[in-house]
């Protein structure tokens, strides 16, 4: 019999715990072209779509100097992301992988991050580009990108994960 649970072969999903440790607000949602998910880009670099940060009235203020920085860092909530794979099997990949070792949206706080380049306000909305959500997408926090401390120009990635600790399964 097939598996039914919607799992690629090789994905392990755990019982979540019962309670939740902290609470957050949604200070907005994210107006973007993609309807679905399936429609998105995979990450903000593969698109050059203009979307918009629409920050809710009373987080509005918050909203004060941000344009003094070229680009921003959003963070947004997957509101349609599994959260309880520990292992994933990302499409077209040969085995599986550690929840924490990809970008998937699929994690057990489906907290999405992207740098975007700020294009314009326009009140308590944002132009931007370089996002990869579907409209709709609740918005968590923005913060300035600052090249100096958040750019690592010398950061590798290493596929097969042997840069030590555990080799992926
Ligand atoms: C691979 S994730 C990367 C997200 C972010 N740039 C990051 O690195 O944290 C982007 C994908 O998430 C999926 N996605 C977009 N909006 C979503 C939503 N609201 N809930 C769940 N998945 C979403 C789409 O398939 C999109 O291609």
Known sequence: MG??????PG???IPLPGSF?????????????WATRSACPKNG???????TLDVDAPFAEGLQNV??????????WMDEAARDLVLQRPRHAEGS?????LRSPA?????????????DRDGASLRVRGLDCRDGTPLLD?????????????????????RGGDSPA
């Open 107 to 119: 994690r057990p706080n489906p907290i999405a991050l992207s740098v975007v380049e700020l294009l």
């Open 67 to 76: 344009e003094g920085a070229s680009h921003l860092i959003v963070l947004y």
């Open 97 to 101: 992988r550690g929840t924490f070792s």
């Open 142 to 162: 923005i913060k300035p990108y600052y090249a100096t401390t958040d750019s690592r120009p010398d950061a590798t990635i290493d596929r097969a994960g042997t």
């Open 11 to 13: 994905e392990v999903a």
């Open 21 to 33: 440790d902290a609470g957050l607000y949604f200070i907005g949602r994210i107006r973007t072209p």
């Open 45 to 51: 670099r593969q698109t050059e779509a203009t979307c």
């Open 3 to 8: 598996d039914t649970s919607g799992h690629r």
